[in-house]
């Protein structure tokens, strides 16, 4: 069996499985959707939405780029969290990056990359921003500290949006997290409460 085939068997086993504890599971989902979260992070496969918050589907509303970026012009990303805010009401929109990732260490180097050099522009912004404290620390700590960094310019893109703004003008409950997530223990930390470095 060619891998290909495997995943069609693997999504056969899983909903006769999820069938079989919650008949109803499918034919309820189908009619609704009422997420609480959205969920902004890296396309990086390790990285899981809904796995490493143990919510099935449903649960959680998903947008995910390279590094996890919420550019004021990415209509994409924009259509998203305008959808999930005005339409679906959730609660929480959790921007999420991670240690290691492939997409902000890129931003660090002196080198070019293709097409995606546009996109990685956003995150050496960033990098000229923070200039001052990422140029006292080791290639690994500033690499740490970059992925940090950006997951809270990022929150911060997302709550400077009309989006977000005019919801809560409006006196709809909405938080915006700022979450990293380690590659090397699967664990997650809240950063909303790390001192922003100006
Ligand atoms: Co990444």
Redesign the pocket.
Known sequence: MSDITQLLQNNKEWSEELKSSDPEFFNELSKRQTPEYLWIG???SR?PANQIVGLIPGDIFVHRN???LVVHTDFNCLSVLQYAVDVLKVKHVIVC??YG????EAALQDQQFGLIDNWLGHIKDIVYKHREELSSLNEHDKSARLCELNVLEQADNVKRSNIVKDALKRGQPLQVHSWIYSLRNGRLKDLSKVTKQE
């Open positions: 890296c396309s990086d990285v390279v590094a996890n990056g991670h990732c492939g997409g902000v």
